[in-house]
């Protein structure tokens, strides 16, 4: 992928280039897109976002389905151990955490901080691996709280229909669309 970068860019100026002036070819291409066709930049970054929070992966080295080949027990937790649980389970953590992100503000800003670094630059299943922790601690911390505010039976129905809702929200719009028709 490199070197086509590298031919791309030297067929483009008609000469050959150093890695500083090829940096400088695509950088100078990928502003001129986004501050000259802002809707379709836009666009791209949504469905960049429904990618990264996609049940299914964008295959390329790496994926968990390449690996659930080899291993009985990622086979046997696939039906529940993807994007598609993991990614509404933490957002209902991040509602939970949220009157606490004084004193929480690391483990709350480190998913979002690195899930749009991914969605800035490039979507492959490789790079979703790293968001992986951190979802899971919103989402335990989410379970926390839940179970902390269900013994009042007011808050329970409450916590239970928020989470239920992001849950289908959230679980609908991963499932709904394969990774390879976004």
Known sequence: ERQDAVELAERALGRTLTPAEVSEYWTDRALGFVTGQPGEWIQLMVRKTALLFNTSE????????????????????????????????????????????RRLWPILAMPPAYAASVIAFYVFAR????????????????????????????????????????????????????????
């Open 58 to 101: 964008m295959l390329d080295t790496e994926s968990q389905e390449t690996y659930e080949d080899a291993s009985p027990i990622l086979r046997v937790l696939a039906p529940v151990g993807h994007f598609g649980v993991l990614v509404p389970l933490a957002a209902v953590g991040l509602l939970a955490a949220w009157p606490a992100r």
């Open 127 to 182: 790079y979703r691996f790293p968001l992986v922790p951190g979802l899971i601690l919103l989402a335990a911390g989410g379970f926390a709280v839940w179970r902390e505010k269900a013994v009042q039976p007011m808050r329970r129905w409450a916590l239970a229909g928020v989470g239920a809702g992001a849950a289908i929200g959230g679980a609908g719009l991963v499932l709904a669309t394969p990774a390879a028709a976004l």
